[in-house]
């Protein structure tokens, strides 16, 4: 009787974007969407430290944003600047009996590799490949337990209830993981908000991720093509031999062609350029909303069909 119907949230310093999803996961609906910016001093990204400066001017604003959607929903998925946290593939050489085991091996292999402790964090994982020499490739996700909590609680306080969280890379990530799931050996190439993102995947495995923030205002073509280019040499230099697949690429509609240019030099082939508006529809009550606008809206519409 009852639409099902989901809400993204994408946080960032300079402002969050929320989106209100119906459909289905392969055809989803932008049934309502609203953005609101944050002054400069409100948010601080931080490995250790919370990152909201001012929770007062931020829980206002992620309440009255929410509540111009005119919606019930308030179960909401979310995603997190990628410098809040980190996100790591590991090599475990030891075989695990439970899934608490693991977690203690994790910490153990983690515990000098970051700049605070790591009983501190909150982190999640999931096993993604098993080599032929017997390791286990492990996909993990970190953050400051107290950069985690204060997200939640004031969220909380803004009247929204978030079940799901993740960084914002994922986030678009998901926009696109149907079209994904019809290759095996494929890379993701992002370039939002001045973070680029490469994701290599090989029989439908993660095998390399990394992001890299450089700047949120001016699109550099020099600096983004030594970020891509650096990127791909790491991943050659450990995989020796190990062929690229298939290339898509994604970034904002004005800088769409020349950014596919440089996606094409780093990684000698022509990549696919991917568009927001072949995945997400618009309601009637969204059929103003531009390309662009659906664009600025990924990582939002990406969390939401989380819970789809």
């Known amino acids: 009787m009852f639409a099902r119907k989901s809400l993204g949230l994408e946080i960032n310093p300079d402002g969050i974007r929320l989106a209100l999803i ?22 601080h990204i931080s490995l250790r430290e919370a990152n909201i400066l001012d929770p007062g001017k931020f829980v206002a604003t992620v309440r009255d944003t929410h509540l111009r959607l005119l919606t019930k929903t308030v179960r909401t998925s979310v995603s997190l600047p990628d410098a809040a946290g980190r996100v790591i593939l590991l090599d475990l050489d030891t075989r695990f ?15 000098k590799n970051f700049p605070f402790d790591i009983n501190d964090a909150h982190f ?16 993990v996700s970190l953050i400051c337990r107290q950069v985690l909590v204060q997200y939640e609680e004031l969220l909380a306080q803004a009247g929204l209830e978030p ?8 986030g678009i990530y998901e926009l696109f993981a149907d079209r994904f799931s019809l290759d095996n050996d494929y890379g993701f190439i992002c370039y939002f908000n001045g973070v680029v993102s490469v994701l290599l995947f090989r029989e439908g495995a993660l095998e390399f991720y990394r992001t890299k923030e450089l700047s ?28 690229l697949g298939k290339v898509y690429c994604l970034t904002s509609y004005d800088q769409a062609e020349e950014f596919k240019g440089l996606v094409a030099e780093a990684t000698s082939q022509e990549p696919v350029l991917l568009d ?32 789809l």
């Not at 079940?163 to 994922?170: K, S």
């Open 97 to 111: 009996k439970s899934r608490d085991e693991a977690g203690d091996i994790i910490r153990w292999k983690l515990k």
């Open 216 to 243: 949120a205002t001016t699109f550099t073509p020099n600096r983004v093509y030594r970020e891509i280019s650096s990127s791909l040499l790491v991943h050659q230099d450990k995989h020796t031999g190990i062929s």
């Open 22 to 43: 119906a459909g289905s996961r392969t055809k989803p609906v932008v049934e309502a969407f609203d953005t609101a910016p944050l002054h400069a001093d409100t948010i």
């Open 163 to 170: 079940n799901h969280i993740d960084f914002t890379t994922f």
């Open 124 to 139: 999640d994982f999931q096993q993604v490949q098993e080599r032929e020499t017997g390791e286990i490739v492990v996909l």
């Open 276 to 307: 927001v508006e072949r995945v997400l529809s618009r309601s009637a009550t969204c059929s103003t909303a531009d390309r662009n606008a659906l664009y600025a809206l990924s990582a939002a519409c990406g969390a939401a069909l989380r819970n």
